[in-house]
């Protein structure tokens, strides 16, 4: 098993540039989750997914996109940058039963320029 | 609006004590409370996880407890040591949707 992988580990934008951050998992999970972490902010959600074609909005998706087109990938999408999307991105996914233990991938550090 | 609160951010504690990290959490309808550990430039990796009809779980020197009704979480590390420096972070999930709710995390630093 892989777990959850993210591409690219790095990457740098200018303002107005859009851009896709991958996220895969390999265990079946149903759940799929995307946060930000920004310093003094702790960790918060931007988009989750419950389900292959079933999406919804956490609590900053202003400037974000999501799609789930299969169980195991869930892409997000930034439409137009903006130096205030500067921050590391993480995805997690779970099982939709049990304890529900997220697993999250290793994070993409993002800077807009 | 579920606020989640981990004070102090950093902690600084000799090899060998004995630690306490809290967690406090305003809206006590959770369906789950976990802990976290972070790694400078790593993602996040579960330590415990305490379903809201439990009080505490354990795993190996890590003991969490909760106490809902007064929206307290306490992650007790015990003989700390060098390797456990790193951000702990709390965090609640409310209703069955997998939904995280973070504090900011505690980090950690353990002298040798």
């Known amino acids: 098993n892989a777990g959850v992988t993210q591409t690219p580990k790095f990457q740098v934008l200018k303002t107005g540039q859009s851009m896709t951050l991958q996220c895969a998992q390999d265990m079946n999970h149903e759940y799929m989750s995307w946060y930000r972490q920004d310093p003094g902010m702790g960790l918060r959600l931007i988009h989750y997914?419950?389900?292959?074609?079933?999406?919804d909005q956490g609590e900053v998706p202003n400037g974000y996109n999501v799609s789930r087109s299969t169980t195991e990938d869930f892409p997000l999408r930034l439409l137009s940058a903006a130096p205030s999307q500067t921050s590391v991105y993480f995805c997690a996914s779970s099982y939709s039963r049990g304890p529900r233990i997220p697993i999250f991938g290793p994070g993409t550090r993002l800077t807009v320029t | 609006k579920q606020e989640v609160t981990q004070i102090p951010a950093a902690l600084s504690v000799p090899e060998g004590e004995n630690l306490v990290l809290n967690c406090s959490f305003t809206d006590s309808a959770i369906y789950n409370l976990q802990w976290f550990r972070q790694d400078p430039g790593k993602g996040l990796t579960s330590l415990l996880l305490i379903q809201s009809s439990q009080r505490e779980q354990t795993s190996g020197r890590l003991n969490a407890s909760l106490d809902k009704s007064s929206g307290r979480s306490t992650l007790y590390i015990a003989a700390s040591q060098p390797g456990d420096s790193a951000t702990y972070l709390c965090a609640v999930e409310v209703g069955a949707n997998s939904k995280l709710t973070f504090g900011k995390g505690i980090t950690l630093s353990v002298r040798p």
């Open positions: 997914s419950v389900g292959a074609g079933i999406t």
